[in-house]
């Protein structure tokens, strides 16, 4: 079974402070997506990547940064936390890119 | 031309019968239309795709029947079981993969 494995389910953390969410899988697939899912928007695209080392905007980039220093793990960084980033995040891979996603569990993200 | 329109935002079906989801898209180039579902507290998880060159795919209780001319696609559950409740998004991709907004299914006992 492909496994994408997000570090935690849920994480509460204080405005302006810097927050990492770790993403890892686990098939060696070369495409990771970082997606947040807000009640009545759906999924929107944060950054994706297609190699190690790449990474490209989405639909919505600004607020976050991302690093892929390993084909594996695929880290979001909310440079400077901000009440309106509270919302769940959701990482993707996929073998192919846009096609057949492997989601993670999702990291529900509270900023107070 | 880059949005999929998905309706209903909610659904209740009672137990055993048709649950019916629908999702519009504009851009032709599209090729490649999955759908999937999402249980509380998991992240989404693919269920069931079609490719525009057939108007019918079917796994076990689970059908997408898709309109190229309409540029229509559809998700019918039939004989549905509460397991079905979740929240389900259509989507829509080419070189970029294309979310519907989802729709919350609830299945009465």
């Known amino acids: 079974d492909v496994k994408v494995t997000q570090s935690s389910r849920y994480l509460v953390k204080r405005t302006g402070e810097k927050v990492f969410l770790e993403c890892v899988q686990d098939?060696?697939?070369?495409?990771m997506f970082w997606y947040r899912q807000d009640p009545g928007l759906g999924l929107r695209l944060i950054y994706f990547s297609y190699d190690v080392k790449m990474k490209e905007k989405g639909d919505i980039p600004e607020g976050y940064s991302v690093s892929r220093e390993k084909k594996e793990r695929f880290s979001l960084i909310l440079e400077s936390a901000s009440t309106n980033q509270t919302s769940m995040y959701l990482c993707?891979?996929?073998?192919?890119?846009?096609?057949?996603?492997?989601f993670g569990s999702g990291t529900r993200l509270t900023v107070v | 031309q880059q949005q999929v329109k998905q309706s209903p935002q909610s659904l209740i079906v009672q137990k055993g019968g048709i649950s019916i989801i629908n999702c519009a898209y504009e851009?032709?180039?599209?090729?490649?239309f999955p759908w999937y579902q999402q249980f509380p507290g998991k992240g989404p998880a693919l269920l069931i795709a079609?490719?525009?060159?057939?108007s019918e795919k079917k796994e076990g209780r689970f059908t997408i029947s898709f309109n190229k001319s309409a540029k229509q696609f559809s998700l019918h559950i039939m004989d549905s079981q509460p397991g079905d409740s979740a929240t389900y998004f259509c989507?829509?991709?080419?070189?970029?993969?294309?979310f519907g907004k989802g729709t919350r299914l609830h299945i009465l006992p």
């Open positions: 098939m060696d697939h070369e495409n």
């Open positions: 989507a829509a991709s080419d070189d970029k993969i294309i």
């Open positions: 851009n032709t180039a599209f090729d490649y």
């Open positions: 079609i490719r525009p060159d057939v």
């Open positions: 993707a891979s996929s073998e192919v890119p846009n096609y057949g996603y492997t």
